[in-house]
């Protein structure tokens, strides 16, 4: 039986989908001791979403996925953890079978750098906050360095369109082109994506 699969759903989980994430919250909503515990998050997961990680595998038949898609998930891995993703996403998905990504664009993040560069006081600074990356405050007390551990809302890895495509074809992938939002040839993707994650991102798709 074909399944179509999000991982990283965060909270978009159209019913028409397999929906995973890794988040710890999500673990301590579904733990009946935990969840008594942890107060903090006052939006829950949809009672749709199921706890997996895409690096460790998820609970998928190889082969079984005619379609997978993940939106700005990937810069949030290691390199190394990176590829195991993509290892593990091909490894589910049918032959034929399409999978769609979404990044932020590390291309538009540098231009839009360099075109404020002449006018804008802190141009530096708004391509940290821009990109996610580097650290504004150093963790100090104890929750805030576990929340550090646990967390992974930072990017560790950024991405281009011809970086990201010569990532998947190494991976296995075949067919990889720059795609648009609700785009693709297969209509169910019309569940899961959504237009503002498109602004200012690169989205590839391609088949196994």
């Known amino acids: 039986m074909s399944s179509y699969v999000q991982y990283g759903c ?9 929906n995973y ?19 903090k998050n006052t939006r829950p997961f949809p009672s749709n979403v199921k706890f997996g ?13 005619e379609g997978i898609y993940c939106s700005h998930v990937l810069e949030h ?6 590829q195991k993703a993509l290892t593990n ?7 034929n079978g399409i999978f769609r990504c ?12 360099q075109s404020e560069y002449s006018y804008v006081p802190n ?21 805030d360095v576990m929340k550090d551990f646990f967390g992974n809302s930072k990017h560790l890895w950024m991405w281009d369109e011809k970086s990201l495509i010569t990532e998947l074809e190494n991976a296995g992938f075949k067919n ?33």
């Open 10 to 18: 965060g909270f978009s989980a159209p019913k028409s989908w397999q």
């Open 21 to 39: 994430d890794a988040s710890p919250t999500l673990k301590f909503e579904r733990n009946p001791i935990l969840k008594w515990l942890y107060k």
């Open 53 to 65: 990680n895409i690096i460790k595998g998820l609970p998928e038949k190889d082969n079984s996925c």
């Open 77 to 82: 891995l290691s390199y190394n953890d990176f």
């Open 89 to 95: 996403t091909l490894k589910i998905l049918k032959p």
């Open 102 to 113: 979404v990044v932020p664009d590390l291309k538009f993040a540098i231009e839009r750098y």
């Open 123 to 143: 141009p530096a600074s708004n391509f940290m906050r821009l990109t996610l990356l580097g650290k504004e405050n150093r963790s100090k007390s104890v929750a």
């Open 176 to 208: 990889c082109r720059r795609c648009n939002f609700n785009d693709s040839s297969d209509l169910l993707f019309l569940d899961v994506e959504e237009l503002d994650r498109f602004t200012g991102a690169v989205a590839i798709e391609c088949t196994k």
